[in-house]
């Protein structure tokens, strides 16, 4: 069975950097699974690879749609595996890497779609976050799923109407459903780990939220809000654009936006690490520095090209 090579971590710890360099070893193609980077025009802020990046390595998945339009793991699971079946038939190995960890895990374990959704439930949970706010549907759905809320933002609202209503629906929470669902795959993946001290990741993160800023962050939040786009897009509802959009809108100062848009980058990348540290097929390596990226590519290069012969 052919190996699809995943590569995972927290925001900030260099899984770009380690698929480009293992890419360009294995002559491979990249899949990338995080749910920001599928939109157009959200470069800066979702740290896409840059355009010298996309050209040294053929990527899939990133700039696909509008901003506005909607995306979810289901669609991404059911479009990755079709360009995985693709590269295989290429003689190439595909890469799939991001930090988004539902997206991975509905590829790898499938998704629970067993639960319909039923269009009156889910304009009473929509009024219910017009009338009372993201935080208390997030804290209601704490009361009945804690392992699922743990795993999500309130702002990430759709999801927890979702995990919301299929625990109204069925009287199981959601990740259940993920757990009880059996997907069989003509491949099978091998998932890396990232793993950095946490004051080093920390300071990663701090210091990428500042080059965003210098590379022009604000002018591009500016720039998709000048196309029409709404500023409640759930694109637009994540770390990041919501603080930038809160600057814009003179509710808060630039200083403090940069400061919230780094607390919350480390929030996230906490969450990040509950979630993939609960799957223990995730082979985990330590990045200290430079050398270990390099290493670390050479090596997995090394062990696939082994297998091949």
């Known amino acids: 069975m052919e190996n699809v090579i995943v590569i995972v971590g927290p925001t900030g710890s260099g899984k770009t950097k380690l698929s480009l360099m293992l890419a360009e070893l294995l002559n491979s193609e990249i899949i990338s699974a995080d749910s920001r980077q599928i939109f157009k025009f959200l470069d800066i802020g979702t740290a896409k690879p840059t355009k010298e990046e996309l050209k040294k390595v053929k990527h899939h998945l990133i700039d696909k749609i509008n901003p506005d339009q909607d995306y979810n793991a289901s669609k991404f699971a059911a479009d990755a595996e079709q360009i995985i079946k693709q590269i295989f038939e290429q003689k190439k190995i595909p890469i799939v890497v991001g930090g988004s960890g539902l997206y991975i895990k509905a590829l790898i374990d499938g998704i629970a779609e067993s639960a319909d959704t039923n269009s009156e439930l889910r304009e009473e949970l929509l009024t ?30 759709k999801r927890v109407i979702r995990a919301l209503e299929v625990y109204k629906l069925t009287g199981k929470p959601i990740w259940m459903h993920y757990q009880n669902q059996q997907i069989e795959r003509e491949f099978s993946f091998k998932q890396i780990g990232l793993n950095w001290k946490r004051g080093e990741l920390y300071k990663n993160i701090e210091n990428r939220v500042d080059k965003m800023i210098e590379d022009g962050f604000i002018d591009e939040v500016k720039s998709i809000l000048k196309m029409g786009y709404s500023r409640n897009i759930n694109a637009l509802n994540t770390v990041g654009y919501k603080e930038i959009i809160e600057y814009l809108d003179n509710r808060i100062s630039l200083d403090r936006a940069i400061e919230l848009i780094k607390r919350n980058t480390r929030r996230y990348a906490k969450r990040q690490m509950t979630w993939f540290n609960a799957d223990k097929r995730i082979e985990w390596f330590n990045i200290n520095n430079e050398d270990d990226f390099k290493n670390l590519a050479e090596k997995i290069a090394k062990e696939i090209n082994e297998r091949k012969n």
């Open 128 to 157: 219910l976050r017009k009338k009372m706010g993201n935080e208390y549907l997030y804290n209601e759905l704490k009361k009945v799923d804690k392992v699922s809320a743990e795993k999500m933002l309130p702002q990430n609202w």
